[in-house]
Nanobody, 125 residues
Framework: QVQLVESGGGLVQAGGSLSLSCAASGRTFSSYAMGWFRQAPGKEREFVAAISRSGGSTYYADSVKGRFTISRDNVKNMVYLQMNSLKPEDTAVYYC??????????????????WGQGTQVTVSS
């Protein structure tokens, strides 16, 4: 019901910033809570951040809280992830995801049906 395409990944130095975007297609974008996940080589996909349908509520993994900010624009059908104070441990492929329920995003990736293709973020030391 929704297609997602991430962009904005790249190579940055530790301490730097990067902004990711996720473009959503579909007429029901505002009906979905959105989230960002990441997966490093050899690791399981892990939760990063979630935002409610209206954008009024957000939730972050402890590892990124205070450094990353998730936001959305329901007019443009976009969700964003602003990443500041990047660390080498943030290196991963970042994926956006959608679900009807905010709580399902927060719970983790296992039950999510809609994913983007991912965008690579590499943080150098």
């Amino acid at each position: 019901q929704v297609q997602l395409v991430e962009s904005g990944g790249g190579l940055v130095q530790a301490g730097g910033s990067l902004s990711l975007s996720c473009a959503a297609s579909g007429r029901t974008f505002s009906s979905y809570a959105m989230g960002w996940f990441r997966q490093a080589p050899g690791k399981e996909r892990e939760f990063v951040a979630a935002i409610s349908r209206s954008g009024g509520s957000t939730y972050y993994a402890d590892s990124v809280k205070g450094r990353f900010t998730i936001s959305r624009d329901n007019v443009k059908n976009m969700v964003y992830l602003q990443m500041n104070s990047l660390k080498p441990e943030d290196t991963a492929v970042y994926y956006c995801a959608a679900d009807r329920q905010y709580s399902t995003i927060v719970a983790g990736p296992r039950r999510l049906d809609y994913w983007g293709q991912g965008t690579q973020v590499t943080v150098s030391s």
